[in-house]
């Protein structure tokens, strides 16, 4: 019987999506680092649904048909609009309409290969799009459409704050995309291959994949790194708040990995990032108080930041929302968790393992009087 506790090391699945082999992550054999310097987000995608990088024709056609199915059902609109979306998080409210999504598509349960292929192009198309509109819904601004000529990382900017965005953060964000978008059998996209090795339909896949990647042990961290960036507030504060912290055994969010013991290969770039954003924007505080963080926590722990520990302040340099952090992975995630999805059903078998049952036995019913 399995006893491993969390699946440590266990290995549930062959894919030739992405590896993580020696610290180093590849997306379908490319580097990580190749891709992240070089890659457009809409390449990655192709990439990862295709096994291989687009030709321009192919490139375009991508682009057109993400761009061509951006806008989501005005009955969803309506919904968002309705919604308590003042208290409401971001990351329920994209579970939620992610799932809603499936009852305005009449292709929802067709299980073909052409089908599944043109909802995961409108799920990847719409997504941004959701998560935007209700950014502004609940800042009490009208949504906007997304605009057919900008790319994929500049659209999403521009549907948040309704301004074209300059090349700079264009680039992060795109880059941001890139590092987020696949990361082998981690807990969000096994959850995604469990939920369709039923034989489930996309949708049902996405949505449990969001709800998987909302807690703080997964994708959820990056919210709480920019919690704990601002409870520290100054450079200064830094060793005796986190010094507290682990004193009191609390966890520092961003840091350590289940499968990386050696670095995070995304973390890296992040942290050039922040780096540079930071003093673009004249916030410096915040690379600096990530540096001394990771600088503390990697000799009194030997724990390393991981991708979630520096987007919290490239994010918050390219002025995002807090709460709107993880579903930017989620945007970013959905090409991994629907190129998975894909590899599920071109091999599927039901995913079913068993319990080490470690409850009582022998018990005997008792009437509710004689209990
Ligand atoms: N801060 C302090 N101590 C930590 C941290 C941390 N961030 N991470 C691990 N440890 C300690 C644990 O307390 C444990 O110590 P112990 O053996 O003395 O009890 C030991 O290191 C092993 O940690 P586990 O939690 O058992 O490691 P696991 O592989 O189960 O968890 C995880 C990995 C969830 C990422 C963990 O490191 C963590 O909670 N990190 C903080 C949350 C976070 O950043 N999550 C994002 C991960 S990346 C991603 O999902 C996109």
């Not at 500049?154 to 680039?171: C, H, Q, R």
Request: proline share 4%; net charge negative.
């Amino acid at each position: 019987m399995l006893k491993t506790k969390g699946l440590e090391g266990v290995v549930a699945t062959t894919s030739s999506v992405s590896s993580i082999i020696d610290s180093v992550l590849t997306y379908q054999g490319f580097n990580i680092d190749d891709l992240a310097n070089n890659a457009s987000f809409e390449e990655v995608i192709y990439l990862l649904w295709n096994g291989r990088l687009p030709k321009q024709d192919e490139l375009n056609l991508l682009v057109e048909e993400l761009s061509e199915n951006a806008f989501i059902p005005e009955a969803i609109l309506d919904q968002i609009k309705t919604s308590p979306v003042e208290i409401v998080h971001p990351m329920a409210a994209l579970r939620s309409w992610v799932s809603s999504l499936a009852l305005y598509d009449e292709e929802a349960d067709d299980m073909s290969e052409e089908a599944n292929r043109r909802k995961a192009i409108r799920l990847q198309a719409k997504i941004p799009t959701i998560v935007t509109a209700f950014s502004r819904i609940r800042e009490g601004k009208d949504p906007i459409a997304p605009n057919k000529d900008l790319s994929y990382a500049a659209n999403f900017l521009y549907m948040l704050t309704g301004k074209k965005p300059d090349e700079i953060s264009v680039n992060a964000f795109n880059k941001a995309l890139v590092l987020h978008a696949d990361h082998e059998l981690n807990a969000s996209t096994f959850t995604a291959r469990v939920c369709v090795a039923t034989l489930s339909d996309i949708y049902s896949g996405i949505t449990a994949a969001i709800g998987a990647l909302k807690g703080p042990l997964h994708g959820g961290a990056n919210e709480a790194v920019m919690a704990t960036l601002i409870d520290i507030g100054e450079v200064e504060n830094v060793e005796s708040y986190i010094r507290k912290s682990l004193d009191n055994k609390e966890k520092i969010m961003g840091f350590g990995h289940r499968v990386y013991k050696d670095g995070d290969p995304r973390a890296k770039h992040l942290k050039e990032m922040s780096n540079q954003l930071t003093v673009i924007t004249g916030e410096k505080k915040w690379y600096d108080m990530s540096a001394k963080i990771e600088e503390l926590v990697t000799n009194e722990k030997g724990l390393l930041p991981n991708v979630d520990f520096y987007s919290a302040s490239v994010y918050h340099s390219l002025g995002i929302k807090h709460d709107l952090f993880t579903p930017i992975f989620a945007i970013s995630r959905t090409s991994g968790w629907i190129a998975h999805i894909l590899e599920q059903y071109e091999n599927n078998r039901l995913i079913r393992p068993r319990a080490d049952y470690i409850g009582a036995f022998n018990q005997k019913y008792i009437a509710i009087h004689s209990r």
